[in-house]
């Protein structure tokens, strides 16, 4: 590159850092990229059932933040389809997270990171009397060895 060129992209990339969407364009370009490679190639195999369900819960996480750029990357990428394979009701089903109202208005990833949080706050101490009650639990196993569910709760 000449200099002039490199001075060019520099201001283009600082007038773009400036505007903040420099990373929207990156990942912009990046999702063309993908798709544009997914066009080219066969058809992937029908994803596992986890990832599947991971991928919905991220979908969920980058929808409610807005972060619509990283989805149109992370779709393509992951060949998970474009419309959602399932609804939030049964992901919470699935994942054995029993919700109340407050919780609904956030993605199930936030609860579940919220009960994995508080489920460690419960846990006693060495040479603790009592766990303190949470209202969360993380998901343990009965006698049989299945799990028993998790209950998220809203903030107080």
Not at 48 to 56: D, K, Q, T, Y
Not at 104 to 131: C, H, M
């Amino acid at each position: 590159m000449t200099a002039s060129l490199d001075e060019l992209k520099q201001a283009l990339i600082e007038t773009l850092e400036t505007r903040g969407v420099l990373g929207q364009v990156k990942a912009k370009v990046r999702a063309e990229i993908f798709a544009a490679l997914d066009d080219e190639q066969v058809q992937r195999p029908q994803l596992p059932r986890e990832n599947a369900l991971i991928n919905e819960l991220i979908r969920e996480y980058l929808e409610y933040n807005g972060y619509y750029h990283s989805l149109s990357v992370l779709l393509p990428e992951t060949g998970h389809p474009e419309e959602p394979q399932f609804d939030r009701r049964f992901l919470a089903s699935e994942l054995r997270v029993r919700e109340d109202e407050r919780s609904r208005s956030l993605p199930l990833l936030y609860a579940l990171v919220r009960g994995s949080v508080r489920a460690e706050e419960a846990r006693p101490s060495p040479g603790a009397g009592r766990a303190r009650e949470e209202s969360a639990e993380a998901p343990s196993s009965d006698a049989d060895g299945d799990l028993r569910p998790m209950v998220i709760r809203g903030s107080d």
